[in-house]
């Protein structure tokens, strides 16, 4: 197929040329002749900043932008249905959660091509061709144990969240050249639907993954201006809440709301990729090193300061600012542990609207009353904008304050279990999982993979019985692991579910030293090849 004197490959199945027309791929083309280039710039200055903070570089707000931080101005008005964004549910984009999602009694659902995907083919197109069918109002389905699917008259308003810059898209090549996974996403989503969402009183609203500062915002900004002169509709009119989820964003939330001042609809705090970005931004500083993954919670000094950040940030910008993702979701047959896992959520909201927070995220439809409730009861107006939080002073260090507590034995155990059992079906189609009760996604892995790394590389005896974390210690408990997932899943499924494989990548991830930026970047070539050879 051709794209003004380019080549496209695509792959091709049923119903997806209903999503992969001409006109599309030649708006998405256009997008990428204009932007690509920008998109692989701003990835060389990540690297670059990566080089600079492994020289022992620290991180500061921006000398540059200071007038920026310092100057009196608001963010557009927001359009009516994002107003009050209490409770937020997010998920994969198959065809059952989206109606689920829709369902479920939140305010907006973020459909996720991004944490919660796993970014096969056929997930991306079906993806596409789901929503499609979303907005329009022709969305059911019928399950195979018979249960039928389809949309209530009053669904949750839906944002959407493409892939990050980092990713490209294989099957979609200009050139021989893979386009850049954000685009492919977000083009086709907004040639499709940018006008049918109008029409039918709303809009094209999106969630921006995994920035780390606002030269990255403009580019999406620069994106947003060019698509709605090209399609014609109104500038403004894409709205667009940024995850404040690394670390060097958190030293740039006020530019990058300026950067998408007339499409911006606020900030979100992306707690499990921060998390991440923390400890590979600071990768060779020795004294960064975390505790267990179970102790860094939101009420952890550097965490903390981080949101409150936010919703300081965002109030002086007339701005949302929406919290982040408990991982319990609702815990079958047995009540205990079910209401322990509501207690936990109930008290991570309850800090989070008393902070400030204008809304925030459930992973599963079982908590959304819960979490209404509380943000009802917090939270009477549609939000808390104009609570300003100017009480709230946070520094630098503030932002960067390294968490003290423990490392043991089964915190590593479940660091290592966690990434092969992630990896394994984010391998099988499968971008988000409920594994110890708690939902895994991309996000929360890449903690788990990236703290045995650092434990590895880190001085002696650091595990709480005073031993130390060493390559064979990871490798004896890897294999334990191993023997247990097989055990448990027996020959037959233990084959069929890639578990080798994510066995190999997990290894591959901690024995090297380079500290692989995504994992889902390695992974994705064994995406590519499909399943277990
Ligand atoms: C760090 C971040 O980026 S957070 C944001 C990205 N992550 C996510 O969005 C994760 C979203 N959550 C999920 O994917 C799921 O809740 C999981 C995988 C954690 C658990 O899913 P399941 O094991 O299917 O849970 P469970 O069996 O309890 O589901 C019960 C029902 O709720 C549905 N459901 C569960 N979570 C969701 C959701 N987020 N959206 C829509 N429907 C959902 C299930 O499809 C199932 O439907 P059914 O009864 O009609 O068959
Ligand atoms: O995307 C959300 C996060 O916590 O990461
Ligand atoms: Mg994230």
Redesign the pocket.
Known sequence: MLIKNTEVQITSEERYEEILTPEALEFIGKLHNHFDERRRNLLEIRKKLQEKLNEGGKLDFLKETKDVRDDQWEIDPLPRDLQDRRVEITGPVNRKMIINALNSGAKTFMADFE?ATSPTWENMMQGQINLRDAIRKQIDFQAENGKSYSLNDDPAVLMVRPRGWHLEEKNIRVNNKPLSASLVDFGLYLFHNAKELLHRGTGPYFYL?KLENHLEARLWNDIFVFVQNDLGIPQGTIKATV?I?TITAAFEMDEILYELKEHSAGLNC?????IFSYIKKFQTDPDVILPDRSIVTMEVPFMRSYSLLAIKTCHKRGAPAIG??AAQIPVKNNDQANEAAFNKVRADKEREVNDGHDGTWVAHPGMVQLVRDVFDKGMPAPNQISRKREDVKVTAADLVEIPKGAITEQGLRTNINVGILYIAAWLSGSGAVPINNLMEDA?TAEISRAQVWQWIRHPKGILSDGRDITLELVETILEEEITQIKGNEGELNFRKGNYEKAAQIFHNLINQDLFEEFLTLPAYGQLLKGGNE
Do not use: K, N
């Not at 992306?270 to 921060?274: H, N, T």
């Open positions: 944490d993954p995850l989820e992306g707690r499990w990729d921060y982040g993702m996000a």
